[in-house]
């Protein structure tokens, strides 16, 4: 049986058929023939994929939703690190599965902004467990996660106005995050998760 074609169409009117061939969130990479042509995203209105693999790819989609929107609900009914920890590992192996499947997305946002909300649920469990065990400052300084939630940045920048003698600026901000920055991780997930409904259209 053949593959339906992709349908990639401009703000403009073009029409192009081909394959979708993933891209990144500034731009599309379609393959047509033996070529892969790049279309800002900025350009494009629509990928109709065919049938079958658009309804493929969003029944995964949904599924990856749910399992980090199960997660958000454990933790807006309040739970323990013990708790905590292996629902995490659990949504971490289901929306990785997904991602691996679905490199190649016609919603690319949605993909990105569902990592970035089991990221940031995954940096709040180690921040946690940072504060249980008072140890791993300095890796959870260095978090791409911890360093790209704009509230937890807040505290950090707080935490290095208070100074602690004798330690280094990573150890320090890494303390600022283990003491402080769960909930703040907690509500930039919250804010991917919203993203990644409004990209799939939920």
Not at 65 to 88: I, M
């Amino acid at each position: 049986m053949l593959a339906l074609a992709d349908v990639l169409e401009l703000k403009n009117g073009q029409k192009v058929e081909g394959q979708f061939a993933g891209g990144t969130r500034e731009e599309i990479h379609f393959q047509v023939g033996s070529q892969t042509l790049r279309y800002p995203i900025a350009e494009v209105a629509r990928i109709t994929m065919g049938s079958q693999s658009q309804e493929d790819y969003r029944k995964a989609a949904r599924e990856a939703l749910r399992q980090v929107k199960a997660l958000a609900s454990v933790v807006e009914g309040g739970t323990t690190y013990r708790d905590y920890g292996p629902r995490v590992s659990d949504a971490k192996i289901k929306v990785d599965q997904f991602l691996d499947e679905f490199k190649s997305s016609a919603l690319p946002m949605f993909n990105a902004h569902i990592a970035d909300a089991l990221g940031f649920y995954i940096a709040a469990s180690s921040a946690w467990n940072a504060r249980i065990s008072r140890s791993g400052y300095e890796g959870l300084a260095r978090n791409s996660f911890a360093q790209k939630c704009a509230p937890l940045q807040q505290l950090v920048i707080q935490g290095r106005a208070g100074g602690l003698g004798g330690l280094s600026q990573d150890a320090i901000d890494g303390i600022a995050v283990a003491v402080g920055g769960v909930q703040p991780l907690w509500e930039c997930a919250r804010t991917s998760l919203g993203e990644a409904e409004r990209a799939l259209g939920q």
